[in-house]
């Protein structure tokens, strides 16, 4: 079950695993009605094919019983044509109609699981933070892809089976019944005895099947987690140890599929048993009958026919069964996705912003710890406010607290006590929309998207023309290294913008910023070192891009300080210390003591002299 505060369940275990008792039941496959409700054309159709194919299947033990009992006499010739004749005339209609059948119902799972994958998605991309913080990402992946696809097999391929076969073995029952009603109750007598023990056998494989497929989720995850960090991975030639741990739950995997496989090998070797020697046992005695007269050789032809294809139908049901069983337990998990709630939820009453107040920031008595870590108070009665057009650097020690309050300020967490106000308005009274539309991020590790340069700028707003973007990026000086790139503003830039230098990565996302053009500028600046270039680049970029708006900095380089019209400087949890960098160096105190230790190792050596010595 996936983990979301407020689900009443309160799971403790960090994963969405499947729940085997509630899955037993086929309610969950509910959820799928309202998405193939919107295609009843294709479900009329699959119908029509349906309920033609049966029929075209039960005439042709009727073709052969006519065929035995009266085609074979000695002026039977015309009629053995007529019958053949007929006969490819019923097969040609039944495999027209298998054809749509599997056309239709197969479109319309994967028509209903197109539409549940691109709801699904939407929907976790609209959940709040900690949902991520508690669930593994590679895991949701792979659930989401797992889940998905045991739903499409089961309302495409398997639901087609399943329908043809529930039809045929109505159907053969009933023609079974009319035939001969005696050898009828022989026959439907004895599939108790053949389905409740598979009935059995077949939750046993269930239960294998899931645990081989959770395994193999918790391999995948592994596999993505490797993958996305290969270059740390590498750099630890920590290769053979990642693959001897992903061979490892590879091969238990295996070893779960291998024990689903035998049990579903047995179950198939039973069935077939029970299958065939009952239909030996109604040869049998159909024989007898004709023997005696009392049935003619057609009609027990047309029985058997008719039984065969009952318990045939009737195997393959609950071969199936298993299948939509899983794939209802994988609904469920879905089910329970899509109503998942967010844990930052949206006001019933939006209020908008304060015209005169926009660009504004205040944090009034925040108290706040991180869902996950609720005994650890990050911050703690924490007061301060930001005037519209201010820029101010927050300063202090790693683990202070700093990612944290961009973090409320931009409602990824609700706080704890207290309350965050932006343009005069409390953060939880706000549209999210609203609300996130107030700024724009520059992060330290800047997320670059695997497609071009321009895409990746008008991500941060869609609507931009190509001049406002190539103006953003002639600002935050990446045109220089973008414009000779063989395609330019097209060129593709690799997944997560590993073909750029950090520093270009940290230009590319001033740019967007810039594109923003958000009253709130929230800058996490690189602690890594930048070569000389770079940093003056980008010490202009942000120069220009702060010059209108609210900034606040969470500073690592004393030129970002100086700069600054006042310098917050935290503590565990809280501010210790007001002031300018001039200031608060005269006080002597923690922030003297902060800057010397920080910006000693600073690459500009005169520059940090002079301030840690000031
Ligand atoms: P740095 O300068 O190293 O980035 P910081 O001042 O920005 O540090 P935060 O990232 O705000 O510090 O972290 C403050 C505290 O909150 C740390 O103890 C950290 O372990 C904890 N923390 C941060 N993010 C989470 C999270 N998602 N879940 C739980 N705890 C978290």
Redesign the pocket.
């Known amino acids: 079950m996936y983990q979301e505060r407020g689900m009443g369940s309160a799971p403790t275990d960090s994963r969405p695993a499947s729940d085997p008792k509630k899955s037993r039941d086929l309610r969950p496959l509910r959820m799928l009605f309202p998405y193939a409700l919107k295609y009843k054309t294709i479900i009329g159709l699959a119908l029509v094919a349906l309920v033609t194919a049966t029929l075209a299947t039960l005439a042709v033990p009727v073709a052969v019983r006519r065929l035995i009992d009266n085609g074979m006499g000695a002026d039977a010739g015309l009629q053995v044509n007529l019958y053949f004749g007929a006969m490819v005339l019923v097969v040609a209609v039944l495999s027209i109609a298998s054809a749509g059948r599997y056309y239709f119902v197969t479109i319309l799972g994967e028509r209903v699981v197109s539409d549940v994958r691109r709801d699904v998605l939407s929907h976790l991309l609209s959940l709040s ?2 949902f991520f ?1 508690r669930n593994m990402s590679g895991e949701i992946m792979s659930r989401l892809s797992a889940d998905t696809t045991q739903v499409k097999a089961a309302v495409g391929a398997t639901a087609s089976i399943a329908l043809r076969n529930l039809f045929l073995f109505l159907g053969a029952s009933i023609a079974m019944i009319v035939t001969s009603p005696g050898l009828s109750a022989i026959v439907l007598g004895a599939i108790p005895i053949i389905v409740l023990p598979i009935i059995r056998f077949g939750k046993n494989v269930k239960t294998r099947s899931r645990l081989a497929q959770d395994t193999l989720a918790d391999a995948s995850a592994f596999a993505s987690e490797q993958i996305g960090a290969v270059r740390t991975v590498q750099s630890f030639t920590a290769e053979r140890a990642a693959s001897k741990r992903f061979a490892a739950a590879v091969e238990r995997a295996f070893s779960a599929a291998r024990q689903a496989i035998l049990a579903r090998s047995m179950l198939t070797a039973f069935g077939v048993f029970m299958v065939f020697t009952s239909v030996v046992g109604v040869l049998w005695i159909g024989a007898r009958a004709v023997v005696t007269g009392d049935m003619t050789p057609g009609e027990l032809g047309q029985f058997v026919l008719f039984a065969v294809f009952a318990a045939g139908a009737l195997g393959e049901l609950s071969q199936v069964w298993g299948e939509i069983t899983l794939a209802s337990g994988a609904s469920e998990r879905l089910a329970e996705l899509l109503q998942m709630e967010s844990d930052v939820p949206a006001p019933s009453n939006p209020v908008s912003i304060l015209p005169e107040k926009r660009g504004s920031i205040v944090f009034d008595d925040v108290s706040f ?5 609720p005994d ?1 108070t ?1 911050v703690s009665s924490l007061s301060f406010s930001v005037e519209p057009g201010e820029t101010v650097a ?1 300063v ?12 409320l300020l931009e409602r990824f967490y609700d706080v704890d006590d207290g309350a965050v106000k932006i343009g005069g308005v409390d953060v939880r009274d706000l549209a999210l929309k609203d609300l996130r539309d107030q700024f724009a991020m520059v992060p ?1 590790q800047s997320e670059i998207f695997a497609a071009s340069v321009s895409e990746n700028l008008r991500f941060a707003r869609p609507s931009a023309t190509r001049d406002e973007i190539e103006r953003a990026a002639h600002d935050a000086h990446i045109a220089s290294f973008v414009e000779p790139m063989s395609e330019g503003y097209d060129t593709l830039i690799g997944e997560r913008g590993l073909t750029l230098s950090a520093g270009q990565r940290q230009r590319i996302a001033i740019a967007r910023a810039i594109l923003r053009d958000a009253p709130i500028l929230l800058l ?1 600046e690189a ?1 890594s070192a930048l070569d000389a270039e770079s940093e003056a680049l980008i010490q202009k970029s942000i120069a220009r891009i702060s010059q209108d708006r609210t900034t606040l900095i ?1 500073a ?1 380089r004393l030129a970002t300080v100086r700069s600054a019209d006042r310098i917050l400087v ?1 503590g565990s949890g809280g501010i210790i210390e007001e002031g300018s960098h001039q200031s608060l160096m005269a006080r002597d105190g923690q922030y003297a003591k902060f800057a010397r230790l920080q910006f000693l190792d600073w690459s500009n050596d005169n520059e940090v002299l002079s301030a840690a010595g000031s």
């Open positions: 933070i900690s913080d710890s991180y869902p996950n870590r650890e990050v927050l202090g020690p790693s683990g202070a607290g700093k990612s944290t309050i961009f973090q330290q996490d602690t969470i690592h935290l």
